[in-house]
């Protein structure tokens, strides 16, 4: 019984990857949004908040859980975007820069992870959490056949803001860690300081 209870967080994870192709599936079949892909978008989000929730609880919450859980929410979140731009293809291309922005930076962190540390990171910073909260929202709206045009570019500007944060971090630390916070608490490992961690968001 205890060895399943440790597969829990792995088995959310696997959920949230198999979300990603039911979404475009549906969305290729039926051109429109809708309660079927806003309850997936949710379900998928609800299982990344609970698969490290449950992890830290049961003492399970490794490296590899976690760049599982940072993997599959690339591939999640992508396959979403894939069906906003299927459904409202016209708001995505007025901002396209700013999408091209984050693609660029998105990988940035780990290749800074991989140069010093030859290991990727799983900073786990508190603005990407946020972020991933007003992308929520952003992709329900969105999802459910609304046209978001003042909440979207708030949604991307953020995007930007948690990257540089990554990027931060990943340049910052001394050592390979995870769930580091923010840069300024990459800034304080990089100075032999200790801080407060929060078992709830880290």
């Not at 003042?150 to 944060?165: E, H, K, R």
């Amino acid at each position: 019984m205890e060895k399943i209870k440790k597969q829990i967080p792995f088995a959310l994870i696997g959920l949230r990857l198999l979300l990603a192709p039911v979404m475009l599936l549906w969305t290729l079949q039926t051109h429109s949004g809708g309660w079927f892909l806003v309850t997936c978008l949710w379900t998928g989000m609800l299982s990344d908040i609970f698969d490290g929730i449950i992890a830290r609880h049961l003492g399970v919450a490794n490296n590899q859980l976690r760049k599982w859980d940072a993997w599959v929410d690339i591939v999640f979140w992508l396959a979403a975007g894939i069906c906003i731009w299927l459904l409202n293809g016209q708001l995505l291309r007025d901002h396209l820069a700013w999408i091209v922005v984050l693609f660029v930076l998105e990988p940035v962190s780990d290749l800074i992870n991989f140069i010093k540390f030859r290991k990727s990171g799983c900073a786990h910073n508190w603005l990407s959490k946020l972020w991933g909260l007003v992308l929520l929202v952003t992709f329900t709206l969105f999802l459910a056949g609304k046209t978001p045009v003042v909440w979207f570019p708030i949604c991307l500007v953020l995007g930007v803001l948690s990257q540089l944060d990554r990027i931060l971090i990943s340049s910052l630390l001394p050592r390979p860690e995870c769930d580091i916070p923010s840069c300024y608490h990459a800034w304080l490992r990089k100075k032999g300081k200790t801080f407060k961690r929060y078992k709830l968001f880290n």
